[in-house]
């Protein structure tokens, strides 16, 4: 997949509570990059991915933990909603892409796709490929999300595929 796909914001998820060998396997294969850790991004992330940061650091791992400032999540939010975007909480594929937006001259987003059908295949798609859960629609406005990456893509500002990434694609 794409360094920017919604795939790889899982750490959190995956260190919880159960076992740490787990997760430095799984990061291990990044080798020394970056893994951004959403402490701040929601009260009940806070502590499990202190949890992820010290395996990290008790494994002396190659990987390079990054935190959100609580501010920047903060002004992005209002960014966002001054632009329409108006969901409680912003999704963590809108933050990763607003991220990308920022440092990258070229995005090009995979996997967002707000319905339950793949446009082409049309197998059964979940919302995340770790879980089956559907979409909070409490917190997340999917539609709305797609709708603003759709406007984006029209003006240039980044490039939406709804097919699968391949190697070379970008």
Same mark, same amino acid.
């Given at each position: 997949?794409?360094?920017?796909?919604?795939? =790889?914001?899982? @750490?959190? %998820?995956?260190?919880?509570?159960?076992? =740490?060998?787990?997760?430095?396997?799984?990061?291990?294969?990044?080798?020394?990059?970056?893994?951004?850790?959403?402490?701040?991004?929601?009260?009940?992330?806070?502590?499990?991915?202190?949890?992820?940061?010290? !395996?990290?650091?008790?494994? +002396?791992?190659?990987? +390079?933990?990054?935190?959100?400032?609580?501010?920047?999540?903060?002004?992005?939010?209002?960014?966002?909603?001054?632009?329409?975007?108006?969901? %409680?909480?912003?999704? @963590?594929?809108?933050?990763? !892409?607003?991220?990308?937006?920022?440092?990258?001259?070229?995005?090009?987003?995979?996997?967002?796709?707000?319905?339950?059908?793949?446009?082409?295949?049309?197998?059964?798609? @979940?919302?995340?490929?770790?879980?089956?859960?559907?979409?909070? !629609?409490?917190?997340?406005?999917?539609?709305?999300?797609?709708?603003?990456?759709? +406007?984006?893509?029209? +003006?240039?500002?980044?490039?939406?595929?709804?097919?699968?990434?391949?190697?070379?694609?970008?």
């Amino acid at each position: 997949g794409h360094p920017f796909s919604n795939k =790889r914001w899982d @750490t959190c %998820a995956v260190v919880g509570n159960g076992r =740490r060998r787990p997760l430095m396997e799984k990061l291990s294969s990044y080798g020394n990059s970056m893994v951004l850790l959403p402490a701040f991004s929601f009260g009940m992330n806070t502590a499990v991915c202190m949890r992820a940061l010290y !395996t990290i650091q008790d494994f +002396q791992s190659a990987i +390079q933990p990054v935190f959100f400032n609580p501010e920047y999540l903060y002004k992005l939010s209002l960014f966002w909603r001054s632009h329409g975007l108006k969901e %409680a909480r912003l999704s @963590t594929g809108v933050i990763m !892409t607003s991220l990308a937006l920022e440092l990258c001259d070229n995005v090009h987003l995979y996997g967002f796709w707000p319905f339950s059908v793949h446009p082409y295949s049309l197998k059964n798609l @979940t919302n995340h490929y770790y879980d089956d859960l559907k979409p909070n !629609t409490n917190f997340h406005s999917m539609p709305v999300e797609f709708n603003i990456l759709l +406007q984006l893509h029209k +003006q240039g500002v980044l490039r939406l595929h709804l097919g699968e990434c391949k190697p070379n694609d970008y």
